[in-house]
C-alpha cells in the first residue's frame, strides 16, 4: 500500500474511532442533554408509568403463581419471558425518567415518585452489561439451588440408609439444602454429623462461585456509579432514606448488645453441658455448627437443649385436639383482623389461595403472600400443618395481604412500603401478638390461666425466651451480613472471607468449626448474598416490629408488661393500623414512624424491644450470675481459624501467633 492509501487507512480508522467516542460521549450525556423540568411532561410519564408497570406486575404474578404452583418447565419458561420483559421495561422507564431534571420540578410528589423508578436497579449499566450481570447472577443462584452433598459416613442413623460401601454411599450423595440438610441442622445432636454438614454445604456453594461474586462486585459497583452513588453498598443504603443509616443501626445494636449477650451466656452453657470441653469453651464464642440452623441466624432449634422446663401448655397439641384444618386457621386469622375493624378477605381470596399442599401437581411450598397488582386478586400460599406455627404464619400472612389492600389506591410506584423492612415488620408485629400466651388463652389454644399483670410466671418466660431465640442472633447475623457486604463493595473483595468471620465474631460471636481459608467463600452459602437481595431489612424490620407492636398496645390501652399485651378486639388499634398501611411509600420512613406514634418520635428505636425482654432479661441476670463471662472472649486458636496467618510462608511462626495474640486482645477489647 502507497502512502496515500496509508493515509486513507489511517484516515478512515482516526473517523470510526471518534465516532464511537462521539456515541459513547453522547450516550453518557443523553439524559442531562434530554433533560426535562416540564411538569406536565412528568405528570404524563408517570400516568403511563402507573398503568403499564400494573399491568406488567399481573402478568409477571401471574406467570410465577402458575410455576409455583405447578413447577413444570412449560410454566417455568413462560415466567422467565414474562420476567425478561419486565425488566426491559424497568430499564426503559429508568431511562425515561433520568431525562427530567427532578431539582427543577417543585412538586415534592411528583419528584418522589421519579426518584424511586431512579434509585434502584441496574439499568445504568447499558443494555450488555446488564445482560452480564444478570447472567452472573443467575449462575450463582443456579449453583446454589442445584448443590447437593453426600451424607455423613460417621456412626449415625444416616449410615443405617448407605451402609459402609464407599461406592454405595457416592451413589446417595443427593442430600439438598431443603428439605434434608434443614432437618438435619434443626434436630440432630451428632456433633461431626452437625460439622459435615455445614461443612459440605460451603465447600458445594462457595469456592465454585467466588470468582463470579468478584465479577458481580465490579459490576453492581459500576451500576450504582451510574446511578449516582460511590458504591453498591450505598446505593442499597439509600432506599432507608436515612443519610447515616449505616450509623444508625450500628447505634441500636449497641443498645440490644448488653441483652444479646446475657442470651448468648446462657445458650452456650446449655449447649456446653450438651456437647462438652472438646467443642466449646465456658467463655468462648459458639462453633458455628451446632445453633441448629444452617447459618446460626436463628437459634430455635436448641431450645429443647438449653431450657430449663421439661413441660410446658402446647397450642399444637390444643389445635390438633380440637379439630383444627388449615381452613379454620385462616378462617381464625380473618376473625381476627376484623375484630380490628379492618375489612373480610374477599371471595377471590378465598377461590385461588392455596392454603394446603396439593397431592395432584409439584407445589412449592414456601410460604407466601401475593399481589396481582389488579385491585382485586390477592392470594396466600401455605402448605398449612396443624401447629402453632403456621398458625401464626397465617395471621403474617395475612397481614401482608391487608397491607396490600388498604395501599391499593395509591399510584402504583407507591404501592409498597416505604423501604423493604416495613412490611416484614407489620406482619411480625401482628405475630408477636397472635403468638403470645394471654391471645393463645383468649381464644382457647392455651387452658393453662395467664395472668395479664405478670410478666415473670415461668411460662411467659418460656416464651420470651423462645421469641429472644427467634428475633436477637437473627439481628446480629443480619447486621454481619451487611456489614461484610457493604465493606466488600467499598473496599474489594481481596480478604473477604475472613473479614466475613471477623465481622460474624465480632457481632453473633461465632467461630467456624473447621479452620476457613480465603479460598473459601463462606458469605456464598447463603441465598440472599448470592441472589443480590437486600439483608438488613430483617434487622431493621426486627426493631421496627416490636415498635409498632407497643404503639398499637398504647392504641389499644394496654397496661401491663409489654409482652403480655393483646389488641385483639380493639377498633382504635385497627384504626391505627389501617391509617398506616394506607399510605403505602407515598411517605417517607421517618413521616410513617411519626403517624404511627402520633408524633412522639420520626427514628427507630430499640426502646420498646428493650421493654419487651425486660422480664427475661432478669431471668438471664440471675441464671447467669455464676458465670466467667457475661458474652465471649477470644484467643488465638478462634483468630487462627480463619486468619491462618501462620501459614504465611513471609512470615515466621513466631511473628504470626504475635499478630495473633495482639488481635485477640483488640478483638475481645471491641467485644466485652
Given at each position: 500500500?502507497?502512502?496515500?492509501?496509508?493515509?486513507?487507512?489511517?484516515?478512515?480508522?482516526?473517523?470510526?474511532?471518534?465516532?464511537?467516542?462521539?456515541?459513547?460521549?453522547?450516550?453518557?450525556?443523553?439524559?442531562?442533554?434530554?433533560?426535562?423540568?416540564?411538569?406536565?411532561?412528568?405528570?404524563?410519564?408517570?400516568?403511563?408509568?402507573?398503568?403499564?408497570?400494573?399491568?406488567?406486575?399481573?402478568?409477571?404474578?401471574?406467570?410465577?403463581?402458575?410455576?409455583?404452583?405447578?413447577?413444570?418447565?412449560?410454566?417455568?419458561?413462560?415466567?422467565?419471558?414474562?420476567?425478561?420483559?419486565?425488566?426491559?421495561?424497568e430499564c426503559l422507564s429508568w431511562r425515561r425518567a433520568s431525562r427530567f431534571d427532578t431539582s427543577r420540578i417543585l412538586d415534592s410528589n411528583i419528584r418522589r415518585q421519579l426518584g424511586r423508578i431512579l434509585e434502584q436497579g441496574k439499568c445504568g449499566l447499558g443494555d450488555d452489561k446488564y445482560l452480564e450481570i444478570t447472567h452472573v447472577i443467575n449462575l450463582m443462584k443456579e449453583n446454589y439451588n442445584q448443590a447437593k452433598i453426600c451424607p455423613y459416613r460417621g456412626l449415625s442413623t444416616d449410615s443405617n440408609r448407605y451402609g459402609s460401601n464407599v461406592t454405595s454411599f457416592h451413589a446417595y450423595c443427593d442430600l439438598m439444602l431443603e428439605p434434608d440438610l434443614t432437618q438435619i441442622m434443626e434436630r440432630n445432636r451428632n456433633e461431626e454429623e452437625l460439622r459435615h454438614v455445614w461443612s459440605e454445604w460451603r465447600e458445594k456453594v462457595g469456592p465454585p462461585i467466588r470468582n463470579t461474586f468478584m465479577r458481580y462486585v465490579d459490576l453492581s459497583n459500576q451500576a450504582a456509579q451510574r446511578h449516582g452513588f460511590r458504591d453498591a453498598g450505598e446505593q442499597m443504603r439509600a432506599v432507608y432514606e436515612d443519610p447515616d443509616f449505616y450509623f444508625t443501626v450500628q447505634d441500636i445494636w449497641m443498645k440490644i448488645?448488653?441483652?444479646?449477650?446475657?442470651?448468648?451466656?446462657?445458650?452456650?452453657?446449655?449447649?456446653?453441658?450438651?456437647?462438652?470441653?472438646?467443642?466449646?469453651?465456658?467463655?468462648?464464642?459458639?462453633?458455628?455448627?451446632?445453633?441448629?440452623?444452617?447459618?446460626?441466624?436463628?437459634?430455635?432449634?436448641?431450645?429443647?437443649?438449653?431450657?430449663?422446663?421439661?413441660?410446658?401448655?402446647?397450642?399444637?397439641?390444643?389445635?390438633?385436639?380440637?379439630?383444627?384444618?388449615?381452613?379454620?386457621?385462616?378462617?381464625?386469622?380473618?376473625?381476627?383482623?376484623?375484630?380490628?375493624?379492618?375489612?373480610?378477605?374477599?371471595?377471590?381470596?378465598?377461590?385461588?389461595?392455596?392454603?394446603?399442599?396439593?397431592?395432584?401437581?409439584?407445589?412449592?411450598?414456601?410460604?407466601?403472600?401475593?399481589?396481582?397488582?389488579?385491585?382485586?386478586?390477592?392470594?396466600?400460599?401455605?402448605?398449612?400443618?396443624?401447629?402453632?406455627?403456621?398458625?401464626?404464619?397465617?395471621?403474617?400472612?395475612?397481614?401482608?395481604?391487608?397491607?396490600?389492600?388498604?395501599?391499593?389506591?395509591?399510584?402504583?410506584?407507591?404501592?409498597?412500603?416505604?423501604?423493604?423492612?416495613?412490611?416484614?415488620?407489620?406482619?411480625?408485629?401482628?405475630?408477636?401478638?397472635?403468638?403470645?400466651?394471654?391471645?393463645?388463652?383468649?381464644?382457647?389454644?392455651?387452658?393453662?390461666?395467664?395472668?395479664?399483670?405478670?410478666?415473670?410466671?415461668?411460662?411467659?418466660?418460656?416464651?420470651?425466651?423462645?421469641?429472644?431465640?427467634?428475633?436477637?442472633?437473627?439481628?446480629?447475623?443480619?447486621?454481619?451480613?451487611?456489614?461484610?457486604?457493604?465493606?466488600?463493595?467499598?473496599?474489594?473483595?481481596?480478604?473477604?472471607?475472613?473479614?466475613?468471620?471477623?465481622?460474624?465474631?465480632?457481632?453473633?460471636?461465632?467461630?467456624?468449626?473447621?479452620?476457613?481459608?480465603?479460598?473459601?467463600?463462606?458469605?456464598?452459602?447463603?441465598?440472599?448474598?448470592?441472589?443480590?437481595?437486600?439483608?438488613?431489612?430483617?434487622?431493621?424490620?426486627?426493631?421496627?416490629?416490636?415498635?409498632?407492636?407497643?404503639?398499637?398496645?398504647?392504641?389499644?390501652?394496654?397496661?401491663?408488661?409489654?409482652?403480655?399485651?393483646?389488641?385483639?378486639?380493639?377498633?382504635?388499634?385497627?384504626?391505627?393500623?389501617?391509617?398506616?398501611?394506607?399510605?403505602?411509600?407515598?411517605?417517607?420512613?421517618?413521616?410513617?414512624?411519626?403517624?404511627?406514634?402520633?408524633?412522639?418520635?420520626?427514628?427507630?428505636?430499640?426502646?420498646?424491644?428493650?421493654?419487651?425482654?425486660?422480664?427475661?432479661?432478669?431471668?438471664?441476670?440471675?441464671?447467669?450470675?455464676?458465670?466467667?463471662?457475661?458474652?465471649?472472649?477470644?484467643?488465638?486458636?478462634?483468630?487462627?481459624?480463619?486468619?491462618?496467618?501462620?501459614?504465611?510462608?513471609?512470615?515466621?511462626?513466631?511473628?504470626?501467633?504475635?499478630?495473633?495474640?495482639?488481635?485477640?486482645?483488640?478483638?475481645?477489647?471491641?467485644?466485652?
Amino acid at each position: 500500500m502507497g502512502n496515500l492509501g496509508k493515509l486513507c487507512a489511517l484516515w478512515l480508522f482516526l473517523v470510526i474511532k471518534s465516532g464511537l467516542l462521539m456515541a459513547q460521549f453522547s450516550t453518557d450525556l443523553l439524559y442531562k442533554e434530554t433533560s426535562s423540568d416540564n411538569l406536565a411532561d412528568a405528570v404524563h410519564f408517570l400516568h403511563e408509568f402507573n398503568r403499564e408497570a400494573a399491568e406488567m406486575c399481573n402478568r409477571v404474578a401471574t406467570s410465577e403463581w402458575k410455576f409455583a404452583t405447578n413447577a413444570i418447565d412449560f410454566n417455568r419458561r413462560r415466567m422467565k419471558e414474562q420476567q425478561n420483559l419486565a425488566s426491559k421495561f424497568e430499564c426503559l422507564s429508568w431511562r425515561r425518567a433520568s431525562r427530567f431534571d427532578t431539582s427543577r420540578i417543585l412538586d415534592s410528589n411528583i419528584r418522589r415518585q421519579l426518584g424511586r423508578i431512579l434509585e434502584q436497579g441496574k439499568c445504568g449499566l447499558g443494555d450488555d452489561k446488564y445482560l452480564e450481570i444478570t447472567h452472573v447472577i443467575n449462575l450463582m443462584k443456579e449453583n446454589y439451588n442445584q448443590a447437593k452433598i453426600c451424607p455423613y459416613r460417621g456412626l449415625s442413623t444416616d449410615s443405617n440408609r448407605y451402609g459402609s460401601n464407599v461406592t454405595s454411599f457416592h451413589a446417595y450423595c443427593d442430600l439438598m439444602l431443603e428439605p434434608d440438610l434443614t432437618q438435619i441442622m434443626e434436630r440432630n445432636r451428632n456433633e461431626e454429623e452437625l460439622r459435615h454438614v455445614w461443612s459440605e454445604w460451603r465447600e458445594k456453594v462457595g469456592p465454585p462461585i467466588r470468582n463470579t461474586f468478584m465479577r458481580y462486585v465490579d459490576l453492581s459497583n459500576q451500576a450504582a456509579q451510574r446511578h449516582g452513588f460511590r458504591d453498591a453498598g450505598e446505593q442499597m443504603r439509600a432506599v432507608y432514606e436515612d443519610p447515616d443509616f449505616y450509623f444508625t443501626v450500628q447505634d441500636i445494636w449497641m443498645k440490644i448488645q448488653p441483652l444479646y449477650k446475657q442470651l448468648f451466656t446462657f445458650v452456650r452453657r446449655g449447649l456446653y453441658n450438651k456437647y462438652g470441653g472438646n467443642v466449646l469453651r465456658p467463655d468462648g464464642p459458639i462453633p458455628a455448627h451446632l445453633l441448629g440452623n444452617m447459618w446460626a441466624q436463628n437459634w430455635r432449634n436448641v431450645l429443647d437443649i438449653i431450657k430449663p422446663y421439661k413441660e410446658t401448655p402446647d397450642a399444637t397439641s390444643e389445635m390438633i385436639k380440637q379439630g383444627y384444618t388449615p381452613t379454620k386457621i385462616f378462617q381464625v386469622a380473618e376473625e381476627f383482623f376484623t375484630s380490628l375493624g379492618l375489612p373480610p378477605m374477599s371471595p377471590e381470596f378465598w377461590r385461588n389461595s392455596i392454603i394446603q399442599k396439593p397431592n395432584d401437581v409439584y407445589t412449592q411450598c414456601a410460604t407466601s403472600a401475593w399481589d396481582f397488582c389488579n385491585l382485586i386478586d390477592f392470594r396466600i400460599k401455605q402448605c398449612t400443618q396443624i401447629s402453632a406455627e403456621d398458625f401464626i404464619n397465617s395471621h403474617h400472612e395475612m397481614t401482608h395481604i391487608h397491607y396490600y389492600m388498604q395501599y391499593a389506591a395509591q399510584p402504583f410506584i407507591y404501592r409498597e412500603s416505604p423501604n423493604p423492612a416495613f412490611h416484614e415488620a407489620v406482619a411480625h408485629a401482628v405475630g408477636l401478638n397472635v403468638g403470645g400466651p394471654v391471645h393463645l388463652q383468649k381464644i382457647g389454644l392455651l387452658p393453662t390461666p395467664i395472668s395479664a399483670s405478670s410478666g415473670s410466671s415461668m411460662i411467659n418466660i418460656e416464651y420470651l425466651l423462645n421469641v429472644a431465640l427467634d428475633k436477637l442472633p437473627f439481628m446480629a447475623f443480619s447486621l454481619s451480613l451487611e456489614k461484610w457486604r457493604w465493606y466488600v463493595f467499598e473496599k474489594g473483595p481481596v480478604g473477604m472471607n475472613s473479614r466475613w468471620w471477623e465481622l460474624r465474631l465480632r457481632f453473633q460471636g461465632l467461630i467456624p468449626p473447621l479452620t476457613r481459608f480465603n479460598t473459601h467463600f463462606d458469605a456464598g452459602a447463603k441465598y440472599h448474598v448470592i441472589s443480590d437481595q437486600d439483608y438488613i431489612k430483617y434487622f431493621v424490620a426486627t426493631v421496627l416490629q416490636f415498635q409498632i407492636y407497643a404503639e398499637l398496645c398504647d392504641a389499644a390501652n394496654h397496661m401491663g408488661p409489654l409482652h403480655t399485651c393483646d389488641f385483639y378486639r380493639s377498633r382504635e388499634a385497627g384504626r391505627l393500623l389501617s391509617d398506616f398501611m394506607q399510605k403505602g411509600a407515598s411517605m417517607s420512613a421517618s413521616q410513617l414512624i411519626k403517624l404511627i406514634t402520633r408524633g412522639r418520635i420520626s427514628r427507630l428505636s430499640a426502646d420498646p424491644l428493650l421493654e419487651f425482654f425486660r422480664p427475661l432479661e432478669a431471668w438471664l441476670e440471675s441464671q447467669n450470675r455464676d458465670e466467667p463471662i457475661i458474652g465471649w472472649s477470644s484467643n488465638m486458636d478462634d483468630i487462627q481459624l480463619y486468619q491462618n496467618l501462620a501459614l504465611n510462608k513471609a512470615i515466621s511462626y513466631n511473628e504470626a501467633s504475635f499478630i495473633l495474640y495482639i488481635m485477640s486482645i483488640v478483638i475481645t477489647k471491641l467485644i466485652i
